[in-house]
């Protein structure tokens, strides 16, 4: 089973804090995105990686993938409320199937 | 912007009987796809499509569950016979135009929220 697991799985902070979510895997993979997904809402695409080691700035959201393609990181500086959401990772190997990794429900307060 | 559409947004069904959810996908994409996401869970793979035919299932992706194209814009997704087990949110998602500059991105819809009693 190809699992992606995301840590930490919630994470409650006050607007203002950085915080880093991580995503881990024993496979590797040809490339890897983020989403981000509201309450009643589809996941939105944050960023994709491909290159092993590769980071990619989105303002205050930095994102790296892993040198060995197994995993990712996503960093926010500066949270701010409207951050508040639920972040996936999704993990694409050889085929047109993408992974969803376990989530981690962000919430900041004001 | 183009986007994928749903419908229903919210369906109620009695165990045992037959769900048909539909999508409008994206008009020049090429692979269609879709996922399940049961309450506090993480989104599921169920299915992948392209050329017709199915590309790739998950396990989750039994017999009861079926993936039509009947026509140049609809993609719908087919319980035949629905279980306690099936109450999720089902998204459809669309990608790839072929293009050079493609990014590979999966675009969703808003979700079919199945609740089966």
């Known amino acids: 089973t190809q699992l992606l697991e995301q840590s930490p799985q919630f994470l409650s902070i006050q607007e203002g804090e950085n915080l880093t979510v991580y995503c881990n895997s024993s496979?590797?993979?040809?490339?890897l995105q983020w989403y981000r997904q509201e309450p009643g809402e589809g996941p939105v695409l944050l960023v994709t990686?491909?290159?092993?080691?590769e980071v990619k700035k989105l303002k205050r959201l930095t994102f790296q993938f892993g040198d060995a393609r197994k995993d990712s990181s996503l960093h926010i500086t500066a949270a701010q409320p409207g951050d508040t959401g639920l972040y996936l990772c999704?993990?694409?190997?050889?085929?047109?199937?993408?992974?969803f990794g376990t989530g981690t429900r962000l919430q900041v307060f004001p | 912007e183009p986007e994928v559409t749903q419908t229903p947004s919210h369906q109620v069904t009695q165990m045992g009987q037959e769900v048909i959810l539909r999508c409008v996908p994206i008009?020049?994409?090429?692979?269609f796809y879709w996922y399940r996401q049961i309450l506090g869970q993480k989104v599921e793979f169920l299915v992948s499509?392209?050329?017709?035919?199915?590309?790739?299932k998950s396990e989750i992706f039994d017999d009861q569950f079926s993936v039509e194209r009947p026509d140049g814009s609809n993609f719908t997704l087919k319980i035949r016979s629905t279980k306690l087990e099936d109450s999720a949110m089902y998204f459809c998602?669309?990608?790839?135009?072929?293009?050079?500059?493609?990014?590979?991105?999966?675009?969703f819809g808003e979700g079919s929220r199945l609740t089966v009693l």
């Open positions: 499509f392209y050329n017709n035919e199915i590309s790739e």
């Open positions: 990686v491909v290159t092993g080691g």
């Open positions: 496979s590797v993979f040809s490339s």
């Open positions: 999704a993990g694409v190997r050889n085929t047109d199937k993408l992974i």
């Open positions: 998602a669309s990608s790839g135009t072929g293009s050079m500059s493609d990014t590979g991105e999966l675009f």
């Open positions: 008009s020049n994409h090429l692979y």
